[in-house]
């Protein structure tokens, strides 16, 4: 992984790389710039920190350590490494969370790229191979349709002074025009916006200066409009900050899942709540990253696996919250009563076994049409984790061990 001081100092050697015209290139460019813009962005996930794993179905994100850049991987399991970073530190809002709010009271130094900038910075980087796409977000500087503004105008300079045709991944401000939105999804390959909470309430609580309904939601509803307008490559995203504000994981699932159906969005990206010093929620406690880690499990139930919503519920406690455990394990322990046995058994039985994915699932209907399966070993062969599955399989008409015994040994 490229560390954020290598970016830095591999920007500052391809300086000139963007152009042959040196009168061109930025010989005074503050490189301090691209560190603090790309700290700025760093409680902005957008990234899957729970799994690196790929489905064909959707475009999965790898974590990684530096705020900088991340690795996304495409639906063919293509690794893309993105140049992501705010276009501005200054903002208008006051997100009561967020270090680059009007309400942060510690010590920040503002900068701002000039379009120009911006494009050299990215151009010269991914000219010399060092990054495949950009991820662009943003503070407020003025106001959102003039920041969007010069946001779109540095993603025209890449493209059309630099014919840069990497990835971009575009973040639509809060509250900011149709008409600048949809000048974005002419020029890009994915549009988000954060809806940071589950519902009004919980964001009046976080911030005074943004509306739910017609700074966030409004403008998720005109990038669907959008979306099917211009077939956008990628779709929407967006985000939520876990445990910010004491709402419970079945607050958060139950918005999750009309978003999903509402929104049409491709993923939903989950940030566990971690107080910054300088912010009003700086004594606030930082929230589990085990918490977030479940949600992106339970999400994937939902998503990949297809489980219902009757179904994610048994995952919650009766005060909505999850717990530290695998949600698949505490859901299969409520609705399987018996053995379920590899040879008969649909795929959508299959892979509602711990130990079962979409894949060995598919490998395991494959496999017996030809072939009986009569002993564990088979299923080891074709992908399924045996210790997770074991109790919930019956072969050759034998359970393998009591669920009852088998849960205490591992508890």
């Known amino acids: 992984m490229t560390s954020l001081e290598k970016i830095i100092h591999l920007a500052y050697q391809s300086k000139y790389e963007c152009t042959n015209d040196k009168s061109r290139a930025f010989t005074d460019f503050d490189f301090s710039k691209i560190e603090t813009l790309g700290q700025g962005t760093k409680h902005d996930m957008c990234t899957l920190s729970s799994s690196p794993r790929i489905a064909n179905r959707s475009e999965i994100l790898q974590d990684v350590d530096r705020p900088i850049n991340f690795h996304s991987f495409t639906t063919t399991g293509c690794s893309v490494l993105l140049f992501k970073t705010l276009f501005t530190n200054y903002c208008t809002h006051d997100c009561k969370y967020c270090q680059n709010s009007t309400e942060y009271n510690g010590h920040k130094k503002i900068y701002s790229y000039t379009p120009e900038e911006l494009a050299k910075v990215t151009i010269s980087l991914y000219k010399r191979n060092y990054i495949d796409g950009?991820?662009?977000?943003?503070?407020?500087?003025?106001?959102?349709n003039t920041t969007t503004e010069k946001m779109?105008?540095?993603?025209k300079i890449l493209k059309e002074r630099y014919n840069?045709?990497?990835y971009i991944h575009f973040k639509v401000l809060p509250g900011v025009s149709y008409e600048y939105i949809k000048q974005a999804s002419e020029i890009v390959d994915r549009l988000s916006i954060n809806i940071e909470t589950?519902?009004?309430n919980y964001l009046s609580e976080l911030s005074s200066t943004k509306n739910y309904m017609k700074d966030i939601l409004k403008r998720q509803n005109f990038i669907k409009k959008l979306e099917f307008k211009k077939k956008l490559p990628y779709g929407q995203t967006t985000q939520l900050v876990i445990g910010a504000c004491g709402e419970s994981d079945f607050e958060i699932f139950n918005r999750v899942i009309r978003e999903y159906k509402e929104m049409m969005l491709k993923r939903v990206y989950y940030s566990?709540?971690?107080?910054?010093?300088?912010?009003?929620?700086?004594?606030?406690?930082e929230q589990p990253m085990w918490r977030e880690h479940r949600l992106y499990q339970l999400d994937w139930l939902y998503r990949i696996y297809d489980f219902s919503e009757k179904e994610i519920k048994i995952a919650f406690n009766e005060d909505g919250f999850l717990n530290?455990?695998?949600p698949k394990l505490q859901i299969a322990l409520n609705t399987?009563?018996?053995g379920i046995d590899p040879n008969e058994a649909s795929y959508e039985e299959l892979i509602r076994v711990p130990g079962i994915g979409p894949k060995s699932a598919y490998r395991i209907i494959n496999f017996r049409k030809r072939n009986n399966i009569f002993k564990r070993e088979q299923l080891l062969k074709l992908g399924v984790r045996i210790k997770s599955a074991s109790p919930f399989l019956k072969i050759n008409g034998a359970e393998y061990i009591k669920i009852d015994n088998w849960i205490e040994s591992n508890s």
Request: aromatic share 8%.
């Open 152 to 155: 779109i105008e540095t993603i």
């Open 164 to 166: 840069f045709s990497g």
């Open 324 to 326: 530290n455990k695998d």
């Open 198 to 200: 589950p519902n009004n």
């Open 336 to 338: 399987l009563d018996s």
């Open 272 to 285: 566990a709540f971690n107080p910054i010093q300088g912010t009003p929620l700086e004594k606030t406690s």
């Open 134 to 144: 950009l991820f662009l977000s943003s503070g407020i500087n003025s106001d959102e």
